[in-house]
């Protein structure tokens, strides 16, 4: 596990600087501790659980974060390989194909190159992630209604990286030794989102058979 401590705490990322959740908050210390229980080797699909006495959407936004960074890590590893001539659409196979729509810039679904498609979706989750409104964190201000359907959309595009580079980049993982740790950080994807329903089950189709391998 040091291992995969070390490989997501790079400074290579796809875009060049990490989100992170500012320190001396009561959601700093609860990152601290998910990321301490993560850390220690426990079960994965016992350390997404909502420990006893917190807040479910404290829990989710430090997560939200936490995986926002980790696939940013995995992307930039990657994305040297991933340019608009190797993937000129943004797919996970012949079967599934990812338009971008932001309703502000791409105000229709767009077919867009990978590398492109996936710099939106980070700027965009970006966004949403410093918009205090929907992600407040001053101690008594409460989440939006939104909140919830917010983290589902994000969720389920940051699952399409992952769709992405499983079926599109593998090789590489394999080639520089990334492929465990990039299991690793799926694994705790898949059981969070499970755990909160956080993504549909159709979009979670795409790597059903890598996930009945790897979550069994």
Known sequence: MANFVSFFSRDKTFR????NIPE??????LHKRANASLHSGLDLKSVVRLPPGEELNDWIAV??????????????????F????TCPTMSGGPKYEYHWCDGVNYKKPTP???????????EWIEQQINNEDLFPVTVGISFPKNYISSVKKIMTRLF???????????DKLVTIGAEPHINTCYKHFYYFVSEFNLVDKKELEPLKQLTGTLCH
Do not use: Q, W
């Open 24 to 29: 001396g908050t009561m959601r700093y210390d």
């Open 63 to 80: 997560h939200v974060v936490d995986f926002f960074n980790r696939i940013n890590v995995i992307y930039g590893v990657v994305c040297e």
């Open 112 to 122: 867009l190159p990978a590398p492109t498609y996936i710099e939106h979706l980070m």
């Open 82 to 85: 991933c340019s608009e001539e």
């Open 16 to 19: 060049p600087s990490k989100k």
């Open 160 to 170: 399409r990286v992952f769709v992405h580079v499983y079926i599109h980049h593998f």
